[in-house]
């Protein structure tokens, strides 16, 4: 039997390595419930007439979501940004809100070169699926206030408060980038905007590099950079809006 510490550890790592979306960085060291899972969660497929299977993540014009590029912002001398940056950051953060539901494909690689594939969900707020393709037999699903991450090989569960994880921000009901000490650094370049974000606790340590398209605002990929080193996740085939089954996010333990 594996203990709990060990796979606290073991999944921990996974975890801040796979996870969101965009704002998963969570420590090997946070507290953990261990549990057997159960078997009855569904298996994820993307919705009839979704987005077609690849092998490669294509352009964010292959997404359907569509946003407007927002009205200049209010220039704020508080913030460490220019109006340049704000503009910028206030367009991510109207893409970020104009959607409760998607679904599409990540392709993920590791600081090793080893690359893991599957399908995501995001029903916001506070609901997200992260399937992983075999050989890799992990999922990680976010869901009444609580992160689990099961390993269809060993049948374990860890649970995890999901108000401890960076997740919170993405799956919040009301996303606001311009939340005081939140982003770390915006970078503007000629088609792509990198927002980075730090966080250093107890609970979390590490650094998440976003980036965007300009033009769109969509999410392309992010840069999870840890003690291991980085790891890239880029997400394609997203599209917004569909209906999702609520069993997707349902964490069931015996």
Not at 11 to 25: D, E, I, K, Q, T
Not at 43 to 54: E, K, N
Request: proline residues 6%; aromatic residues 8%; hydrophobic residues 40%.
């Amino acid at each position: 039997m594996i203990s709990t510490a060990a796979r606290r550890n073991r999944h921990g790592a996974r975890f801040l390595r796979a996870s969101v979306a965009a704002f998963c960085l969570l420590a090997s060291g946070a507290d953990a419930s261990a549990m057997t899972a159960s078997a009855d969660v569904p298996l994820p497929r993307l919705s009839p007439g979704g987005a077609a299977a690849s092998t490669a993540p294509s352009s964010a014009a292959s997404a359907t979501a569509s946003v407007a590029r927002p009205a200049p912002a209010a220039y704020n001398a508080s913030l460490p940004f220019s109006a340049e940056q704000q503009t910028a950051l206030a367009g991510i953060n109207s893409y970020l809100i104009s959607f409760l539901l998607m679904e599409g494909r990540f392709i993920q690689i590791s600081p090793g070169g080893n690359q893991a594939e599957g399908v995501f969900f995001i029903n916001r707020p506070g609901r997200v699926r992260f399937h992983y393709n075999p050989p890799s037999q992990l999922d990680i699903t976010a869901s009444n206030g609580t992160v689990a991450i099961r390993d269809r090989r060993l049948n374990t569960q860890d649970l995890y408060p999901l108000s401890k994880t960076p997740l919170r921000y993405l799956l919040a009901d009301h996303i606001d980038l311009f939340e005081p000490g939140l982003v770390n650094s915006v970078s503007l370049e000629n088609d792509q905007i990198s927002v980075v974000i730090i966080e250093q606790s107890n609970v979390v340590s590490g650094q998440i590099r976003m980036t965007f398209d300009r033009r769109t605002y969509q999410l392309l990929r992010w840069v999870v950079t840890d003690a291991a080193g980085d790891t890239s996740f880029g997400v394609y085939d997203t599209t917004t809006g569909k209906p999702q089954d609520n069993a997707l996010f349902r964490i069931s333990v015996n």
